[in-house]
């Protein structure tokens, strides 16, 4: 039987079905005990996972359990629930009703990233009913041997016990590609395929079952002979991917010998550590939200400045982008008030909130530089609009600097300063800022949402949306040669930058330095290893001529037909 779902995570896995139960426990059944112990105990149970996660080095994990922590604390949630008790309703199917009602404000607003936290908290309300009926949840501490998980829905709560390495691919009824499992199981090179709910349906625990997680295809009832087939294509992949690691080890230079860097986006130990095993030429960000998301009180400057140590350990002195904090409506924090807008994409966030509460900023800045005189460390600001934002950042760094002067704590005084070429505006007044800048980075991702005014991560304008529209690649040459001009180093971040699609059209429009996941750098490399650039400039110029997105996707799909040698 093959079912098709939407592929998650890249990759192949064969294993035997390891089925979890619904969570879900029986609503009609009376609780045993009150909902404030019920969300006490939860509360508990996730700091201990959190604290598990964390040791281990887990931390994007461990952020996802702390957003479900306070999700147990919700106000809204509580205020439903108790509407349910003083109705006469059993605990259990007070907290039910008040998850259908929140789930379904939740489905109203236009984000498909907003809409995804309504799984978030259906699973936190799940283990709150599992707790007031004294069910027992489903575990995965004790899995010792290689699986592919399957259930209709799965938390990052469920992995953090479970011994990674036992886990070889991941099948869902339900999610979608912002959900936080897919955006893990991608994190952790796990093959994963959500959306699939007839492949959950008819998976049978230990029957082999295979995925593939970059096609969406599942398959199970397998044969002898098709279990044959598939393990052979399993064991190719598994070699072609040790080839890819192997040359990702090697400089990365195109067919005729130019040299590219290949830079990392990373988050936290465990990803610096993954940078450094896939020899990235450094790390080009390191995003800092995970020091600020779900908790009640900001980071201080020391507990920032040992994380920013802690990278530098894992990096073994290699040079790392720090990005200032990029928070803001559409992700906000309990610690750091934000006011409620209509369009948070188009609100306060990145620089403008950091400038707006300049404590925060110049707090991070000092731990920054302090981290300067002991590590190779470069500072980015995002969301930059204007030449008034980034002069206004750029005097709390001397503030910072006169400070610690001041105080005789040593720091790094020619630490280098560089702005996210994110933003429409920025992009334009490229000529204006560079002089004030190190470098440039280009954020591809929020630069083709903001000049399309399409939301990247709605369901509804993909083709619209699309980083290869013409608009997106005019903006983006147009920055890289103001960069070349102004002699500062130009990279391009987001998922344009590890598109393999886009490989030849990015090298020849002038970029030299791309920034991705280190789980791409392998199979970037192996691209860019390929590539010729008097070829690939020609590619270019046909595709700055194109009148509309399907053009260029069209002349990139013929000629990598072309480069890309059959397996």
Avoid at 19 to 34: E, F
Avoid at 113 to 135: N, T
Avoid at 136 to 142: C, D, I, R, T, V
Wanted: proline share 5%.
């Amino acid at each position: 039987m093959v079912f098709t779902g939407i592929g998650a995570s890249s990759g192949l896995a064969l294993a035997p079905a390891f089925c979890l139960t619904s969570k879900r426990g029986p609503v009609g059944r009376a609780s045993s005990r009150s909902f404030e112990e019920a969300r006490e105990q939860l509360k508990r149970q996730y700091d201990q996972s959190i604290a598990a996660l964390t040791g281990a080095g887990r931390r994007a994990e461990a952020e996802v359990l702390l957003c479900h922590r306070e999700m147990v604390s919700d106000v809204l949630l509580e205020e439903r629930v108790n509407q349910g008790l003083i109705q006469g309703l059993d605990p259990a199917a007070a907290v039910e009703k008040a998850c259908h009602i929140l789930c379904q404000m939740l489905a109203q607003v236009n984000s498909d990233y907003i809409r995804q936290r309504a799984e978030d908290l259906k699973d936190v309300c799940s283990r709150l009913i599992s707790l007031l009926c004294q069910e027992e949840l489903p575990s995965l501490a004790g899995l010792e041997r290689e699986v592919v998980l399957v259930a209709h829905q799965l938390s990052p709560a469920d992995l953090a016990t479970a011994d990674l390495a036992c886990i070889k691919g991941i099948v869902l009824a339900g999610g979608t590609l912002t959900s936080h499992i897919a955006i893990l199981a991608c994190s952790l090179g796990i093959p994963a395929v959500v959306g699939c709910p007839h492949a959950v349906e008819a998976a049978k625990s230990g029957e082999p079952l295979f995925l593939d997680g970059a096609s969406g295809k599942v398959e199970c009832g397998l044969t002898h002979r098709r279990k044959t087939e598939l393990a052979r294509l399993v064991k190719e992949e598994g070699e072609r991917v040790c080839q890819l690691a192997q040359q990702a080890l090697l400089p990365s230079v195109t067919a005729d010998g130019l040299p590219i860097r290949v830079e990392s986006s990373i988050s936290d130990s465990r990803t610096a550590q993954k940078s450094v095993e896939y020899a990235a030429d450094a790390v080009g960000l390191l995003r800092t939200e995970f020091l600020f998301h779900n908790r009640e009180s900001l980071p201080g400057e020391e507990e920032q400045l040992q994380y920013y140590l802690e990278i530098a350990r894992q990096l073994g002195g290699q040079r790392f982008t720090i990005r200032t904090l990029d928070i803001g409506g559409d992700k906000p924090s309990p610690c750091i008030p934000i006011p409620k807008e209509e369009n948070p994409f188009l609100g306060t966030r990145g620089i403008r909130l950091t400038l707006r509460q300049p404590e925060i900023l110049l707090c991070q800045l000092r731990a920054i530089l302090r981290a300067s005189a002991q590590a190779d460390i470069q500072v980015m600001y995002p969301m930059i609009t204007s030449l008034e934002e980034l002069q206004a950042a750029k005097q709390w760094m001397d503030t910072a600097k006169k400070q610690l002067a001041q105080e005789g704590l040593p720091f790094d005084p020619a630490i280098r300063e560089g702005i996210m070429v994110e933003v429409p505006s920025a992009a334009l007044l490229c000529d204006l800022l560079a002089p004030h800048c190190d470098f440039f980075s280009i954020g591809s991702n929020d630069l083709a949402q903001y000049l399309l005014a399409a939301d990247r991560n709605g369901e509804c304008l993909p083709q619209l949306g699309s980083y290869l529209h013409p608009a997106v690649l005019r903006v983006i040459q147009m920055v890289l040669d103001r960069a070349a001009e102004e002699g500062i180093p130009c990279s391009l971040c987001g998922e344009m930058a590890k598109d393999p699609l886009a490989t030849p059209l990015l090298l020849g429009m002038g970029l030299t330095n791309f920034v991705v996941t280190p789980a791409a750098i392998p199979a970037l490399k192996e691209g860019i290893s390929r590539l010729d650039t008097g070829a690939c400039r020609r590619i270019a110029r046909q595709a700055l001529s194109c009148s509309t997105a399907g053009e260029v996707v069209r002349l990139l799909q013929m000629e990598r037909e072309q480069t890309v040698p059959a397996r």
